[in-house]
C-alpha cells in the first residue's frame, strides 16, 4: 500500500510565480482533503472533495487558490500568483466515507512551500 | 462556528508515566472526533477516531473519551515511552454536511528516558 503520494516534497519560488501542488490518494479512498499548516494558523482545511466533487471549498483563502480533482486517483493545488505569506506546508489526506461511517484520514508527507 | 482548543499547549514527562491531553469543543453537534500523531518534518497519523455515539475507543495503550454534552474529549498514554514523543492534534468533524473538520493547535509532548 503505497500510501498518500506528495509532490513535490519541497518547493521555493519566487512571488507572482504560479505553484502547482499534487496528491495521489490512496487507492479506494473517496475523500480527499487539503490542509495547510503555519506555526501562526496551525492546521487549517482549504477544502474537501467527495467522490471527486468539491464538497466545502470555504477554507480556500482567497481566489489565488484553485484546487481540482480530476477523476479519483488525482487532485491539484494551485496558487497564482503566488504571494509570500502562502509559505506553508500543504498536506493532502484522503480517507472513505460511506454506508454511515467514517475510516481515518491518512495524511501523505506533506509540501514544504517557500514563496520569497 | 467549530473551536476546538487543547491543554496543554506542552508537556514533558519522565518515561513510564501515565498521562492526559486534553480537547474541547464548542459546538457539541459533532460527527465524530479524530486524535492524530504528528512527528517532525512528517503528515499526521490518525490513532483513534470516536463516533459520535461512542464514548471511548482504545488502541494498545492509548485510551481515548467522548463526552459530547460537555464538548470534551480526553486521550490518556499509559505507560509513556520516548517514542510516544510527538505532537497529539485532536480534530472534530461537524458542520451541516459533516464537511468541516476542524483542528486544536496540538499539545507537544516529550518523554525523557
Known amino acids: 500500500d503505497a500510501g498518500v503520494i506528495q509532490s513535490p516534497r519541497h518547493e521555493v519560488t519566487e512571488m507572482g510565480q504560479e505553484v502547482t501542488l499534487r496528491c495521489k490518494p490512496i487507492?479506494?479512498?473517496?475523500?480527499l482533503f487539503w490542509y495547510r499548516q503555519t506555526m501562526m494558523r496551525g492546521l487549517e482545511l482549504l477544502i474537501y472533495?467527495?467522490?471527486?466533487?468539491?464538497?466545502?471549498d470555504s477554507g480556500m483563502p482567497e481566489d489565488r487558490f484553485s484546487a481540482k480533482m480530476p477523476n479519483a486517483s488525482f487532485s491539484t493545488l494551485k496558487i497564482q500568483p503566488s504571494e509570500p505569506r502562502d509559505s506553508a506546508v500543504y498536506f493532502c489526506?484522503?480517507?472513505?466515507?460511506?454506508?454511515?461511517?467514517?475510516?481515518?484520514?491518512?495524511f501523505g508527507d506533506g509540501t514544504r512551500l517557500s514563496i520569497l | 462556528k467549530q473551536e476546538v482548543t487543547q491543554i496543554p499547549a506542552a508537556l514533558s514527562v519522565p518515561e513510564g508515566e501515565n498521562l492526559v491531553l486534553n480537547c474541547s469543543f464548542t459546538?457539541?453537534?459533532?460527527?465524530?472526533l479524530q486524535w492524530f500523531r504528528q512527528d517532525p518534518g512528517k503528515g499526521l497519523t490518525s490513532l483513534l477516531l470516536i463516533q459520535s455515539s461512542q464514548r471511548e475507543q482504545t488502541s494498545g495503550r492509548l485510551n481515548a473519551s467522548l463526552d459530547k454534552s460537555s464538548g470534551r474529549s480526553t486521550l490518556y498514554i499509559a505507560a509513556s515511552q520516548p517514542g510516544d514523543s510527538a505532537t497529539y492534534l485532536c480534530a472534530v468533524r461537524s458542520g451541516t454536511s459533516g464537511s468541516r473538520l476542524t483542528f486544536g493547535e496540538g499539545t507537544q509532548l516529550t518523554v525523557n528516558p
Open positions: 459546538d457539541s453537534a459533532i460527527y465524530n
Open positions: 487507492s479506494g479512498h473517496n475523500s
Open positions: 489526506a484522503s480517507s472513505f466515507r460511506g454506508w454511515g461511517r467514517e475510516e481515518p484520514q491518512h
Open positions: 472533495f467527495n467522490n471527486n466533487v468539491p464538497i466545502d
